[in-house]
């Protein structure tokens, strides 16, 4: 197959999609489906993309056309299974020819972090509306360009943050608070309790496998020997390709503890502090963390732990009830949010007091969304998903220019900040479970940050500024003008 879109191919898709804009709603409306089958592909169909295809070729109204990965054994996998289903589907290995498909309408993407905002702005670019998985970008910078794309060429777009289509649940809960049930809100904590094992050790490159065109794989990012053993998934724990388990699970939680707070920018001030520790392997993002995210009206707490229980335990830690969760700490109680569809109110005293629940499907949001031509019908509009992911690359960025420290040092450096010494000080509990002992193996004292939120880049800090972006492998760039 050819690997590169040519620019007169592209040209015309982009003028196709120009037009198509410049029309009036009702004939707009047409153009996006409105009264006929909306026709799919599903970008990167292992792993998470396989719900997308479930979710998408029994939806109503809605044809499921087309898939595409660059890993050819997956892709023909998911083909022949789909087939055999009696709903054959064109393939493609290459996603830029996969845009230039006039009989595909919307993408949905599954692919690796590092491809998520190039996948959005290239849809946008070719008139198509886009379903994009969290984070919605690699980094701050692109992020906004993803936004910008989406505006630009007047796209629906959103991210796969769930929890937002939590309607009778979670949005509830969010509303109650707001509303000042439990008086002023203290904390906003995040919650990511997830087991995360060693991903080993290798003693030098490793072969790729045949299936997969490699160049297409790295995309945007660097093209590096691949030092793991697996070259799938585990690309969530390198920083070329993944933002660790704060840009994986976390955002979700993240996302919501934004929501609850009301805040629509970056936070002001950062600080990180935790390792990838307990073990040594090939993995370079921390597996333990603590984040302070510093708004005015409360602080935005969050925290990761890939360890168990205790050392050689199946389970993991719980706080107020969540592993894997939010919970919002007011004057008058709390509110925990343990799941992606639920929340529950609690007074000082532990008693539960109100209860939410129920949500409607994410995907089916999006495709009214792209029927309405509506970006106020999506649950998770494209700007959410860029502010969220953003937080969670922020806090890594303060954590990637920090230093090893003892945990007396880390202990002094926190004293101004309560809420985020007491995370910590149940961190060094947590960790010491696990027959971690931080004065042997110390953990990271990130760098404290000062950003703007009004430009979203940090306030004099040129190395922080320089992670907010990254350096593009041609032609895989995320353009500076969309």
Not at 61 to 74: E, H, N, S, Y
Not at 309 to 336: H, L, N, P
Not at 370 to 376: C, D, G, N, Q
Request: include cysteine; aromatic fraction near 8%; glycine fraction near 8%.
């Amino acid at each position: 197959m050819k690997t590169e879109l040519s620019r007169r191919s592209f040209l015309q898709q982009t003028t196709i999609a120009s037009i198509a804009l410049a029309l009036p709603g009702r004939l707009l409306a047409q153009v996006a489906g409105a009264n006929s089958d909306i026709r799919v592909a599903v970008v990167g169909v292992g792993g998470r993309g396989g719900a997308h295809i479930s979710a998408f070729e029994k939806m109503p109204g809605v044809r499921l056309v087309a898939i595409c990965d660059c890993d050819r054994k997956i892709l023909e996998a998911a083909a022949k299974k789909l087939a055999d289903r009696g709903k054959p589907v064109k393939t493609f290995v290459d996603y830029r020819q996969l845009l230039e498909d006039k009989e595909v309408d919307v993408i949905a993407s599954a692919t690796p972090n590092h491809w998520h905002a190039l996948n959005v702005v290239w849809a946008c670019q070719a008139g198509k509306d886009i379903y994009i998985e969290k984070p919605v970008s690699h980094n701050v910078w692109e992020g906004r360009k993803a936004v910008e794309a989406a505006r630009k060429y007047r796209r629906i777009v959103q991210c796969g943050t769930q929890s937002r289509s939590s309607r009778t649940g979670i949005a509830r809960a969010v509303e109650w608070v707001r509303a000042g049930n439990l008086g002023r809100i203290k904390v906003a904590r995040g919650l990511c309790y997830k087991r995360r094992a060693s991903i080993g050790k290798v003693d030098g490159p490793q072969p790729i496998p045949p299936e997969v065109d490699y160049d297409l794989w790295c995309g945007p990012a660097q093209k590096l020997p691949l030092m793991r053993k697996r070259l799938h998934y585990d690309w969530h724990w390198v920083w070329n390709t993944g933002n660790g388990d704060l840009g994986n699970q976390g955002i979700h939680e993240m996302d919501v503890a934004r929501w609850f707070l009301g805040v629509t920018e970056l936070s002001p001030r950062i600080l990180s502090v935790g390792g990838r520790l307990g073990y040594v392997d090939d993995g370079e993002t921390p597996n333990t963390l603590v984040v302070l995210h510093d708004y005015p009206g409360a602080p935005l707490i969050f925290e990761v732990r890939g360890l168990p229980k205790t050392k050689d335990s199946q389970e993991m830690d719980k706080y107020r009830g969540a592993s894997i969760g939010i919970v919002i700490e007011c004057e008058g109680g709390y509110v925990t949010v343990p799941s992606y569809t639920s929340a529950t109110a609690y007074d000082k005293n532990g008693t539960e007091i109100q209860k939410w629940s129920g949500a409607e499907d994410h995907f089916e949001n999006f495709i009214k969304a792209v029927r309405s031509r509506k970006i106020e019908d999506l649950n998770a509009d494209i700007l959410e998903g860029h502010l969220s992911s953003a937080l969670c690359h922020t806090a890594n960025i303060s954590y990637r220019l920090g230093k090893r420290v003892p945990p007396g040092q880390i202990r002094e450096a926190l004293r101004a900040d309560a809420g985020l010494a007491e995370a910590f000080a149940r961190m060094e509990e947590h960790l010491a479970a696990n027959g971690v002992d931080l004065n042997t193996e110390q953990a990271v004292l990130g760098m404290p940050l000062r950003m703007n939120p009004k430009t979203e880049r940090f306030i004099g800090n040129r190395k922080a500024n320089e992670l907010l972006t990254r350096k593009y492998r041609v032609p895989f760039v995320v353009p500076n003008k969309v």
